[in-house]
T-cell receptor
Framework: AQKVTQAQTEISVVEKEDVTLDCVYE???????LFWYKQPPSGELVFLIRRNSFDEQNEISGRYSWNFQKSTSSFNFTITASQVVDSAVYFC?????????????FGQGTTLQVKP | EAGVAQSPRYKIIEKRQSVAFWCNPI?????LYWYQQILGQGPKLLIQFQNNGVVDDSQLPKDRFSAERLKGVDSTLKIQPAKLEDSAVYLC????????????FGPGTRLLVL
């Protein structure tokens, strides 16, 4: 079975603080893909990043960075110098190759509130 | 490039009524997904189409939910009759293919069943 756990239900920070959103996954597949999506109040899921299981290099995109560690089955997301516009629900998702469909398994989401 | 379009954005109905949602994927995307997102939860796949064929409908409540993608482009999802527990956001997503392709989501349809 495949599962994604986002243990942090809600996080509140003050603008300019750094914040890390945790994601832990379970899968028996050796080949899989991990994703992060942002869901602002408008409701649309916005794609942030896709990472395959063979690429453990960390990635940085502007104020966003991702830390992928297969040893701990984690794919954490850090926002540096947070801004009010970062306030949203963030979802981590998993797609295992064995499903043969590309179906995404989502975590419960972490609501991030950035206060001015 | 236009994104995934969905309509309506909001719908309020009474239980036992029927409702239909429409989705138009990104041009050229062969795969279309319908997800159900209940408040406070992550989206859950209801049905997946590859062109106009069904790839996965294992979590679709087939006694009341139906979906079609007749010409391999846009799709409709129907609920008949609706139950209170169907209140959720219905998200449509599309991708170029399946396994390695990123899914792009539409704005969703918020359904409230009274």
């Amino acid at each position: 079975a495949q599962k994604v756990t986002q243990a942090q239900t809600e996080i509140s920070v003050v603008e300019k603080e750094d914040v890390t959103l945790d994601c832990v996954y379970e899968t028996r597949d050796t080949t899989y893909y991990l994703f992060w999506y942002k869901q602002p109040p408008s409701g649309e899921l916005v794609f942030l990043i896709r990472r395959n299981s063979f690429d453990e290099q960390n990635e940085i995109s502007g104020r966003y960075s991702w830390n992928f560690q297969k040893s701990t089955s984690s794919f954490n997301f850090t926002i540096t110098a947070s801004q009010v516009v970062d306030s949203a629900v963030y979802f981590c998702a998993l797609s295992g190759v064995s499903s043969n469909t590309g179906k995404l398994i989502f975590g419960q989401g972490t609501t991030l509130q950035v206060k001015p | 490039e236009a994104g995934v379009a969905q309509s309506p954005r909001y719908k309020i109905i009474e239980k036992r009524q029927s409702v239909a949602f429409w989705c138009n994927p990104i041009s050229g995307h062969a795969t279309l997904y319908w997800y159900q997102q209940i408040l406070g939860q992550g989206p859950k796949l209801l049905i997946q189409f590859q062109n106009n064929g069904v790839v996965d409908d294992s979590q679709l409540p087939k006694d009341r939910f139906s979906a079609e993608r007749l010409k391999g482009v846009d799709s409709t999802l129907k609920i008949q009759p609706a139950k209170l527990e169907d209140s959720a956001v219905y998200l449509c997503a599309s991708s170029k293919g399946t396994l390695v392709e990123t899914q792009y989501f539409g704005p969703g349809t918020r359904l409230l069943v009274l």
